[in-house]
């Protein structure tokens, strides 16, 4: 009996066909909950049974977007079976993204630091 060999880093490849065909039908939908949406990126699990797809919205309510998309999960995953060439499509969970939430929060400390700093050299000793 024949194995058939594991072909390197196609989960890797199939999550980044995934976000990449994801973001386009994700811009045809007509729910107005959904803002300006960024994929960041599209976990899969092993037996391609699951997908998390992580979002960040630069418009618009994160909460209310990542209902609208999980509700829009069958729709999207039905229009992916039309696009992949793969015998199992994910059933997709959407994850709000929160890493340039935190990177925008992280920068403004960090000038309130430094504008601090600025401060604190300026004035003189007494």
Same mark, same amino acid.
């Given at each position: 009996?024949?194995?058939?060999?594991?072909?390197?880093?196609?989960?890797?490849?199939?999550?980044?066909?995934? @976000?990449?065909? &994801?973001? *386009?039908?994700?811009?045809? %939908?007509?729910?107005?909950?959904?803002?300006?949406?960024?994929?960041?990126? #599209?976990?899969?699990?092993?037996?391609?049974?699951?997908?998390?797809?992580?979002?960040?919205?630069?418009?618009?309510?994160?909460?209310?977007? @990542?209902?609208? &998309?999980? *509700?829009?999960?069958?729709? %999207?995953?039905?229009?992916?079976?039309?696009?992949?060439?793969?015998?199992? #499509?994910?059933?997709?969970?959407?994850?709000?993204?929160?890493?340039?939430?935190?990177?925008?929060?992280?920068?403004?400390?960090?000038?309130?630091?430094?504008?601090?700093?600025?401060?604190?050299?300026?004035?003189?000793?007494?």
């Amino acid at each position: 009996m024949r194995h058939k060999r594991a072909i390197p880093n196609r989960s890797f490849r199939v999550a980044d066909q995934i @976000q990449r065909d &994801l973001a *386009e039908l994700i811009r045809e %939908l007509k729910d107005p909950r959904i803002g300006m949406v960024t994929l960041s990126g #599209v976990e899969v699990t092993p037996d391609y049974a699951h997908a998390k797809v992580f979002f960040s919205v630069l418009i618009g309510d994160p909460a209310g977007t @990542q209902e609208a &998309l999980n *509700e829009a999960a069958g729709f %999207l995953r039905n229009g992916l079976f039309k696009r992949l060439q793969i015998h199992t #499509v994910p059933t997709l969970h959407f994850q709000f993204d929160r890493t340039t939430e935190r990177a925008a929060e992280m920068n403004s400390l960090i000038s309130q630091a430094n504008a601090q700093r600025a401060l604190d050299t300026d004035e003189p000793n007494d």
